[in-house]
């Protein structure tokens, strides 16, 4: 995985991130709090010195933060890390936008011819639905120190939507579904 990732164009930062999110929301629904948020906290570490500051993925660590920060009633904590993701989030549609989209690998020839054949539609079409999961996440987000969320699952989504080749898209993927569901 790691060399697939780094032909593609990865860094160790971007697989080190993905990593602690991960990890981090495995721990939350474990229920291990403090290991979470020691995780959360050192991927909002890596991300604020190793990504731009237009990448989105900047918003998650310090939106799942806000979610550990709600659960044991910090709230005024909570509030400044959901104003630093939602901040962080505001550009994830140029990122939409610009994101390089690598072929995916295909189940018949049949759909591969397709796609070769209208490329453009099928970015489109790809581009409508990371739209969608970005405005959920944005919902999100602008809920998370609310009593009740939008509901959104994200972590457990991600277990479905991790996408196998190491493109932009991933990268927006991860930071719309890294986050913590609620429980």
């Known amino acids: 995985m790691l ?13 080190a991130w993905e990593r602690l ?22 991927a909002d570490m ?13 918003a998650t660590a310090p939106a799942a933060r806000a979610v550990l920060a709600a ?10 890390l959901q104003a630093r993701a939602q901040a962080a989030f505001d550009g994830i549609g140029a990122a939409i936008e610009t ?16 796609e070769a054949r209208h490329r453009a539609t099928f970015h489109a079409n790809f581009r409508r639905r990371l739209t969608a ?24 989504r991600w277990r479905g939507e991790k996408p196998p080749v190491f493109d932009d898209t ?3 993927l991860a930071a719309c579904l890294l986050l913590p569901d609620r429980r």
């Open 3 to 15: 060399r697939q990732a780094r032909l593609a164009g990865w860094r160790r930062a971007d697989l």
């Open 21 to 42: 999110m991960e990890q981090a929301n495995e721990a939350w629904l474990a229920g291990q709090r403090h290991r979470a948020g020691r995780l959360f906290l050192a």
């Open 46 to 58: 890596l991300a604020r010195l190793r990504f731009a500051r237009s990448d989105p993925r900047r």
């Open 71 to 80: 659960a044991v009633g910090l709230q005024a904590r909570a509030a400044r």
């Open 99 to 114: 994101a390089q989209i690598a072929p995916r690998a295909r189940s018949s020839l049949f759909h591969l011819r397709m």
């Open 133 to 156: 999961i970005a405005g959920e996440t944005a919902e999100t987000i602008a809920a998370l120190t609310a009593p009740r969320g939008p509901g959104h699952r994200h972590f457990s």
């Open 170 to 172: 991933r990268k927006i």
